[in-house]
């Protein structure tokens, strides 16, 4: 049931994103057009430190118009593999290296009109260790325990999708990877 791009138009070239118009022949052969968000590859990480806390990060996400407590999240530079980016990112953002990465899975964040896909790592063995990064200033890090997250989420306090999305995946492997 694939449709098939007949055409493709960019509309926008961003620093983040880009985003086109394509023409699309349907499996029935009635065109309509998608807009499409292009997002390179993600990834997202749920870091735990020793005493079974997640280390979370609230940041100010103008879309939202507030601060969001989210997992911490980066874009993959072009040549870089993903567990590198990770342990850059957890670097950058919260002031750890993982000295282990699992990981968890990925998802698209929003395939009806995005390509970005999240790669989800664990990490574990924190240890300090910053980078700094220009965007990473005003980013708090808070320590959550483990056994508060599924509260956060059905309160509504976590509401970042990947983020949820993340944990739930965590707390699902964990059922399964705890002696």
Do not use: W
């Amino acid at each position: 049931m694939a449709e098939e791009e007949i055409a493709s138009r960019q509309v926008f070239n961003g620093r983040a994103i880009r985003v086109r118009v394509a023409t699309v022949r349907k499996p029935d052969g009635r065109e309509t057009t998608r807009e499409i968000v292009e997002h390179d590859g993600v990834i997202a990480a749920i870091p735990i430190d020793d005493d079974d806390n997640v280390l979370l990060v609230r940041q100010y996400r103008t879309p939202a118009g507030k601060d969001l407590l989210e997992i911490p999240a980066g874009g993959i530079d072009p040549g870089e593999v993903p567990e590198a980016t990770v342990i850059r990112e957890l670097q950058e953002e919260i002031g750890f290296k993982p000295g282990r990465l699992e990981r968890l899975g990925g998802f698209y964040a929003a395939p009806g009109y995005a390509t970005e896909y999240l790669h989800v790592y664990l990490a574990t063995g924190l240890a300090p260790s910053r980078l700094h990064a220009e965007d990473t200033d005003e980013i708090e890090v808070v320590k959550v325990p483990l056994a508060e997250v599924p509260a956060l989420i059905a309160s509504g306090k976590i509401e970042d999708a990947k983020s949820i999305a993340g944990l739930l995946m965590y707390l699902e492997y964990r059922k399964s990877h705890r002696p």
